[in-house]
């Protein structure tokens, strides 16, 4: 026996069960009324074509599954190698390539990308409530992977892509984002809807942030350039550590990343990370609670890349 036993990563009926336990801890929910108590389960009819997992709302008449109104609505593979899928991407800390799940789920590579980024879109958090809201202190800090389409390489960092991450250090959350400049007109708008006022913010030297700092209740900064790193209580160096992850995952795992897909990579490592074992999360806990994101998400993009 091992966690990958479980029935639901095997067979379809427990799959559905599985999901339907995550999505449904009350019991069905009608996706087109929102009825809840004349629901009956239709059986998986072994003459005609065989849909797991069917219910009847009897307020409404119409027909569902747990699928209806999720990122999973639309996809044609079974729902226990989304299963599969969502467990090996919740339990690598640093990812699972689509090459990987393609050899490991036995699908064809296009059909492994849209898994993957159809459990990235689950991860994605709803939450967009500020950090440091008690005052707490709030790290910023920002890092470069690959290089902006069409920019020409030149010294400095203005024609690398550009990533913001931002740490809330009293509920141990990252929120991370790409960015197009690092310009204060750019980043301002960008703190201020992520950073509540009362917040302490902790940055490293960089200018971009001096004028930004004066938005919050106190800034306060490590020199970098003259090798501090720490002083007392200010540093950036739970950011840095997040990065360090997210960029070792990049360039180990997923090489090749356009840029208009970077954010759903972003939200992959802020999940993790955000739900994390240290904070007391198992890898089936995380991969329930990447489940429980499925719902009323859209995806907007056809191609792989
Ligand atoms: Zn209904």
């Known amino acids: 026996m091992s966690v990958l036993s479980a029935p639901y990563f095997h067979n379809e009926e427990a799959a559905f069960a599985k999901l339907e336990s995550v999505i449904w801890p009350e019991g069905p929910v009608c996706p087109h009324c929102g009825g809840t108590d004349k629901i009956y389960a239709i059986k998986p009819n072994l003459t005609k074509r065989i849909r797991y997992g069917l219910k009847k709302c009897g307020q409404c008449g119409k027909q569902f599954t747990v699928k209806v109104g999720t990122v999973f609505e639309h996809g044609r593979i079974p729902l226990c190698k989304f299963l599969q899928a969502a467990y090996l ?37 709803g939450d967009l409530a500020p950090f440091g809201g008690n005052g707490g202190a709030v790290e910023a800090d920002e ?51 992520n950073i509540a006022r ?69 939200a992959e490592f802020d999940f993790r990370y955000n739900e994390r074992e240290a904070l007391g999360v198992s890898d089936l806990l995380r991969t329930d609670r990447a489940l429980s994101g499925i719902i009323g998400k859209r995806l907007t993009y056809s191609e792989p890349s």
């Open 198 to 266: 009362e917040a302490r913010l902790m940055t490293d030297e960089a200018r971009h942030y001096v004028p930004l700092g004066k938005a919050f209740a106190s800034h306060e900064t490590v020199h970098h350039g003259a090798e501090e790193y720490v002083r007392g209580a200010v540093h950036t160096n739970t950011a840095e550590g997040y990065f360090s992850i997210f960029k070792r995952g990049m360039k180990g795992v997923y090489q090749h990343c356009a840029k208009k897909h970077l954010h759903r990579y972003l």
């Open 89 to 125: 991407m919740c339990s690598s800390k640093k990812g699972v390539s689509a090459k990987q799940l393609e050899r490991t789920l036995e699908v064809t590579y296009k059909t492994a990308w849209f898994l993957a980024h159809r459990i990235r879109e689950a991860m994605r958090s």
């Open 143 to 193: 890092t470069f992977i690959g290089v902006e389409p069409g920019a020409k390489v030149k010294p400095g960092y203005q024609h690398k892509r550009k990533v913001l991450a931002l740490v809330d250090r009293e509920t141990k959350q990252v929120r991370s984002m790409v960015v197009d400049s690092l310009k204060p007109s750019t980043l301002g708008p960008i703190l201020s809807a």
